[in-house]
């Protein structure tokens, strides 16, 4: 199974969501206009998008029975090899997996963007950080499943 | 702040010193109506025979004005033409600097450079009446840093 996540649609919230952060912060002082991030600071961004997914392949490392990534062009391709059948829906939730992980890698970046900036606000998204994972563990749960075998003592 | 946008921002030096000597003539005309100092508020009003002092100080004003703008918009070089009539800023402001304030923050440069020759004519002249100026100077600058700090939203490619 393959999860394909462009980098642009990584970078277009995180650009969305320091612009907003901004605003609301440069009403009382202007220098927090410098959160706000745009192509010029893509060579940082890009280092935090992939700290990012390299969080989330260690995360489910034991959780299926292969996953990595690759940059491919313009994208980030990850493969996961579950353990088992994968379910019948399993490519609705492959959908919601890639989203919630797009949502994790954007959330992320923009927490180490403003931990390096403006460190006073980013408190408040980092901790929306583990709802996101709470979210990646539920859904590869649903795909991928570890086999556990019933434990029989001398094997009998 | 520095980034991919470039900028080019010229000022007229007839511009930025019509301006100047106008104010200059007011402050004049306002200081005339006491006989003691008529003879100095005459010397206020400039005219174009003080032309190379006020030059002088519309460069100091354009270093300042230079270091300004690299704060609070983007890193700024700037260059007088050959017979020094126009003064071009070029700034290199970030991707999503708000085109929009370009002209604003053209008028506000003006209003800047055009207070700092004057407060620095009155210095010579008349210290005293040189001192609103300079904290005029203060305002221009926060109104630099308040366009410079506008970005454009996000668009969705």
Known sequence: ?156 | MEGSKVISLVLTTSGLLVQMKEHSYYIGESLKSNPQIMELAAKIQASDDDNPVLQDFAQQGGTKLGNILSRVVGKTSYAWDEGKTNLTFTVKAVVNFMDSQKDMLKDSMLGYLSCYVLSKWLNLIKPDESVRFEALLTQYEEDMRQLGAQRDKPIRL
Not at chain 1, 21 to 39: C, H, M, R
Request: include cysteine.
């Open chain 1, 1 to 156: 199974m393959i999860i394909s996540i462009p980098l642009q649609t990584i970078l277009d919230r995180i650009h969305t969501r320091n612009y907003y952060v901004g605003e609301s912060y440069k009403a009382k002082d202007l220098d927090y206009s410098i959160v706000q991030s745009s192509y010029d600071n893509i060579d940082e961004l890009k280092t935090s998008v992939e700290s990012a997914l390299d969080e989330v392949v260690g995360m489910l490392l034991k959780r299926a029975k292969e996953i990595s990534y690759v940059w491919g062009n313009d994208r980030y391709d990850i493969t996961i090899v579950p353990y088992g059948r994968i379910p019948d829906n399993g490519e609705e939730v492959l959908r919601l997996l890639g989203n919630a992980i797009t949502d994790y890698c954007a959330q992320y970046s923009i927490y180490q963007w403003l931990l390096v900036l403006k460190p006073d606000i980013a408190n408040p998204i980092g901790s929306l950080l583990p709802n996101i994972i709470n979210k990646i563990t539920k859904y590869i749960g649903m795909i991928s499943n570890p086999v556990i075998r019933r434990y029989t003592p001398f094997g009998i």
